[in-house]
Structure formats: structure tokens, C-alpha cells
């Protein structure tokens, strides 16, 4: 199994533009979660989907944060419009629910917004 | 709400110190416990886990936890470290039942040669 594959690895925009981070998670995987990681806050949980199916998105920070699943093996996540505080790490992860041994991430996507 | 506390943002040792993490949660219920560790410029690997039972955990590389229910905690311990053991490692929980882990904000292990 490849793992859960995340791309772009790394993303430079300038404030304003839409930036779009994807994420394809382990097959057979029910769970999808997405996280951020920043010096300031440590890992911040953004949102999570079962089922393809958004389940908590809470920690979405504001409106120009949105998430889909359109299917089982595909998310995005859109940043619309990019501002500088945005930039972090953003982490995809997913898990299979009959035996929840934790998270498998990916690799990451450095996203920095000038 | 469930939170988790890791009190050392920092951590430098030399070759073959012993190592002990600290970590600290909150939940009101039955927990579920995991620490990951996680490489320069790495993703985040999973060390070890704790569900139920022997509440002295063994993970990869060396590494164990131990819950403690009455303190709250579920430090990372190692005997001896080595130089490959530089990373962060962060201490996450959730609750029986629930997918979403909450992380600690991490303790940057620097071990010396």
C-alpha cells in the first residue's frame, strides 16, 4: 500500500489566490481527518469525514476554509481567499474503524502564502 | 472537551540517557492513549498505543508508556537513546468510541552523540 499521498508537498501563493490541497487516503480507510500543524498551536484537528460524510468541522478556522470527500478515495481541502496566517504544515490522515490502531498520515503539505 | 498537556517543549540529552516524557490529558471517560513520534522533516509515525489492559505499553525502537488513570498521564520512557532519537514526539488521546485524536503540542527530543 502506498500510504496516504498528499500533494503538492509544497505550495508558495500570494495572499489572496485559492489554494487547493488534496489527499488520497489508504484503501479500505472509512475515517479522513485533516490537521495543521504551526509552531504556535502544535496540531490542530481542521475538520473529519466518515463515510466520506463531514463529521466534525469545527476546527475549520473561518469561511475561507472548506473541505470535500466527493468520494472514498479523495479529499480536498481550499483555501479561499489565502492569507499569510494561513501557512503551516497541513496533514491528511486516515484509519479503518473495525481496528482503530491510530492514524496513518501523509506526508504533509508546506503551504506558505507571501 | 479533551485536552492534552506535554509539559517539556524541549529535551536535550546526551548518547544513552535514559528518557522521560511527560504527558498529561483530560477526558471525562474511558481514554485511549498514543504517542507519535515524528522525523525532520518527516510525517507522523505512530510509537505505541494504549487501549485497555497491562497499562505498561511497549512500542517500536525501544520505546514504552505507562498509564497511570489516577495521575491522568502516559509518559514515554526509554532507557538509553540514541543520536536516531531526535524528533517530537507527541503524546494525543481520544475517547472510546471516538475517531478524532487530540495532540499534545509536542517535546522536541535533541540527543547529543
Known amino acids: 500500500d502506498a500510504g496516504v499521498i498528499q500533494s503538492p508537498r509544497h505550495e508558495v501563493t500570494e495572499m489572496g489566490q485559492e489554494v487547493t490541497l488534496r489527499c488520497k487516503p489508504i484503501?479500505?480507510?472509512?475515517?479522513l481527518f485533516w490537521y495543521r500543524q504551526t509552531m504556535m498551536r502544535g496540531l490542530e484537528l481542521l475538520i473529519y469525514?466518515?463515510?466520506?460524510?463531514?463529521?466534525?468541522d469545527s476546527g475549520m478556522p473561518e469561511d475561507r476554509f472548506s473541505a470535500k470527500m466527493p468520494n472514498a478515495s479523495f479529499s480536498t481541502l481550499k483555501i479561499q481567499p489565502s492569507e499569510p496566517r494561513d501557512s503551516a504544515v497541513y496533514f491528511c490522515?486516515?484509519?479503518?474503524?473495525?481496528?482503530?490502531?491510530?492514524?496513518?498520515f501523509g506526508s504533509g503539505t508546506r503551504l506558505t502564502v507571501v | 472537551a479533551q485536552s492534552v498537556s506535554q509539559h517539556n517543549h524541549h529535551v536535550i540529552l546526551s548518547e544513552a540517557a535514559s528518557l522521560e516524557l511527560g504527558c498529561n490529558y483530560s477526558y471525562g471517560g474511558t481514554v485511549n492513549l498514543f504517542w507519535y513520534v515524528q522525523y525532520p522533516g518527516q510525517h507522523l509515525q505512530l510509537l505505541l498505543k494504549?487501549?485497555?489492559?497491562?497499562?505498561l505499553v511497549k512500542g517500536i525502537k525501544g520505546f514504552e508508556a505507562e498509564f497511570i488513570k489516577s495521575k491522568f498521564s502516559f509518559n514515554l520512557r526509554k532507557p538509553s537513546v540514541q543520536w536516531s532519537d531526535t524528533a517530537e514526539y507527541f503524546c494525543a488521546v481520544t475517547g472510546t468510541g471516538r475517531r478524532a485524536l487530540t495532540f499534545g503540542s509536542g517535546t522536541r527530543l535533541q540527543v547529543q552523540p
Open positions: 469525514f466518515n463515510n466520506n460524510v463531514p463529521i466534525d
Open positions: 494504549y487501549f485497555s489492559g497491562d497499562p
Open positions: 484503501s479500505g480507510h472509512d475515517y
Open positions: 490522515a486516515s484509519s479503518f474503524r473495525g481496528s482503530f490502531d491510530g492514524y496513518t
